[in-house]
């Protein structure tokens, strides 16, 4: 009986404590401020959203922590599904405003085309994980994005492909596979071929391929191009278009190296063509960070939020998409705070902020090519963005080069 009456005992301390430790602290009084998370739980990216709203959990119970406790200054992340749709969006975006929110997270275009034109008025900047389009490049837009363009990250790694690998003394033949019945993809199409007729002695393309989005078997066009002397492959586009090049390249019995963004990088098709072996000499080409199996500073960071801050979701691309959007949202609050004030801030503020400042790349943890910086004239960094390149080399995904510059592009 003693010995269960001092257990009792020291238990009602220790709770006494651990409640004490909950408790505000005099003086420290907080602001809270509201992130509204766009997501796709239930739509085509269901299966692979529990990682980037992981990603953004983490980040944001790590700051609040780490950072905003010591600026009196709280975030509060709330998911919207959206089903990855234009239409839902828009009809849930009332609901959203009405909690007044600082800053919001985009998951990608339906976003920004139910929102980038009332945005302005509302006052609220979205930041995306994914690159921009063409089609957005346009001045004062309000959906950023940590990374340029899908053909600034491709026609980067044309460069320095270029001169690293062919000796910089001719143009590199490569061929590349998209579609028109994607906006995004179409456009990517149009950018690198706009790019290729602009610098001859950098690239001599072979063939823009326009596929299904979903083909079945593209044997035919890859032989075509192989033929016709094509040294590189580009897929930029989605999972069932390098899962159709894979093949018909394993069908052919060739190993011509093949380039993928982030969205359809070599860790999310292993499964799907048998393993990261059988991608071999393969690259992964954009702005964010190659998510391998190297102990890399942006690899430390997310170990540390899984020991600390109840990381749950597997070191992945898209993993890394919600890092990396959810650090760029908390610094440019750390910024607004530190100059205005930590219960004065607003979405203007931040968006200002954002447009105004250089964000440098040490404070994103390698999670980006390099430094981050926006203006009115584009929704990406156009001062000097930077791409890290990945390749598949005795069956491991590695980086392979880092902090690439991209080329200054017009538009095409």
Known sequence: ?????????????VAGLLMAATLPVPGAAQTVYQIP?????????????????????????????EVGAKMGVKVELKSYDTRYDAAQTASLWP??????PL?????GGPDTAALQQRLPTDKVVMISGSAANGSGWRP????????????????GFIEWYQKTKVGGTRPVKLAMFTTEASPSF???????????????????????????VQPTDVTLQLRRVLNAGAEVILVPTNIQQAVAVKRAMQALGKNV?????????????????GSMGAMEGDYEVHGGVITGEEQTEAKKFYDMLVAKHGMKVPWHAITSLGMTQTLLAVRAIEVAAKKHGPDKLTGETIYTTLIETTFPAKDFYGLTGGDIDFSVEAPFPTRDPRIN??????????????????????KW
Do not use: C
């Open 1 to 13: 009986m003693q010995t269960l009456k001092a257990w009792a005992a020291r238990t009602a301390t």
């Open 37 to 65: 998370a766009m997501s796709d739980f239930s739509g085509p990216f269901s299966s692979i959203m529990p990682m980037m709203a992981g990603g953004r959990d983490a980040v944001a119970t790590w700051w609040n922590a």
């Open 95 to 100: 609901g959203v405003l009405a909690t007044k």
């Open 103 to 107: 800053v919001g997270l985009s998951a």
């Open 140 to 155: 004062n837009q309000w959906v950023l994005t940590p990374r340029p363009t899908f053909v600034h990250e491709i026609t």
């Open 186 to 212: 179409a456009d990517m199409g149009k950018g690198v071929s706009a790019y290729a007729k602009a610098n001859p002695n950098v690239v001599n393309l072979v063939e823009m391929v326009f596929v299904d």
């Open 257 to 273: 190296p093949i380039v993928h963004g982030l969205q359809n990088s070599p860790g999310m098709l292993q499964k799907l063509v």
């Open 389 to 410: 390149i990945g390749q598949v080399v005795s069956g491991k995904l590695v980086t392979v080069a880092q902090a690439v510059p991209v080329p200054k592009l017009g």
